[in-house]
């Protein structure tokens, strides 16, 4: 079964903090992608990032960044300075082959504060 | 860059209502596209996938009579809930799967969502 866990169902920072979003997932398949969306308040899907299961590499992009590491089956996401645009809702999602259909955790709601 | 279009945006009625939601690739085709279910403070969640001149598949526990939907040409698929009554009441979201399929960075694309709410 095809399953992503995101544990923290919310969490508040003070601008300029780091924060660290987990996601965990499970999956049989070998050949899968990973996703991070975030959902602002007014509700559209902002695609962040995609990782495939063969790349470890970490990324950075800006204040962002990812760490997979499929020993664990997790694909964390920092935000590095946080800031108050910061703020919304962060989906971690997995893709495979054999079921076609993007799984989506239980999303993380982010709070910025200044 | 892909562009998927939803309208309306915004949706009130009254219980008893029909209601369409139109999901349209701007730029591409689109064999296939989703609707997903979002009640508030949960995940997406996904109601079905449709493909282009033939039958959408639902997922389980989803109502096909209830959420009509049609996909008639490689670029609208539309989502009609019918009889809609306050538990309908969701943010609804649909995707359309990118040509390039497995290939793309991003296999699906997705529409700004569409809010209802059945008074």
């Known amino acids: 079964a095809q399953k992503v866990t995101q544990a923290q169902t919310e969490i508040s920072v003070v601008e300029k903090e780091d924060v660290t979003l987990d996601c965990v997932y499970e999956?049989?398949?070998?050949?899968?992608?990973l996703f991070w969306y975030k959902q602002p308040p007014s509700g559209e899907l902002v695609f962040l990032i995609r990782?495939?299961?063969?790349?470890?590499q970490n990324e950075i992009s800006g204040r962002y960044s990812w760490n997979f590491q499929k020993s664990t089956s997790s694909f964390n996401f920092t935000i590095t300075a946080s800031q108050v645009v910061d703020s919304a809702v962060y989906f971690c999602?997995?893709?495979?082959?054999?079921?076609?259909?993007?799984?989506f955790g239980t999303g993380t709601r982010l709070q910025v504060f200044p | 860059g892909a562009v998927v279009s939803q309208h309306p945006s915004r949706v009130i009625c009254k219980s008893g209502t029909s209601v369409k939601i139109e999901c349209r690739s701007l730029?591409?085709?689109?064999?296939?596209m989703f609707w997903y279910r979002q009640f508030p403070k949960q995940s997406l969640m996904l109601m079905a996938t449709?493909?282009?001149?033939?039958?959408?598949?639902?997922e389980q526990g989803v109502e096909k009579d209830k959420f009509l939907i049609n996909h008639a040409s490689l670029t609208l698929s539309t989502l009609t809930v019918t009889s809609a009554h306050p538990e309908d009441s969701s943010f609804y979201i649909c995707?359309?799967?990118?040509?390039?399929?497995?290939?793309?960075?991003?296999?699906?694309?997705f529409g700004d969502g569409t809010r209802l709410s059945i008074l």
């Open positions: 999602a997995l893709f495979t082959y054999n079921t076609d259909k993007l799984i």
């Open positions: 990782r495939n299961s063969f790349d470890e």
């Open positions: 995707s359309a799967r990118d040509p390039q399929g497995r290939t793309s960075h991003q296999p699906q694309h």
């Open positions: 730029d591409f085709q689109a064999t296939t």
């Open positions: 449709s493909n282009e001149g033939s039958k959408a598949t639902y």
């Open positions: 999956t049989r398949d070998t050949t899968y992608y």
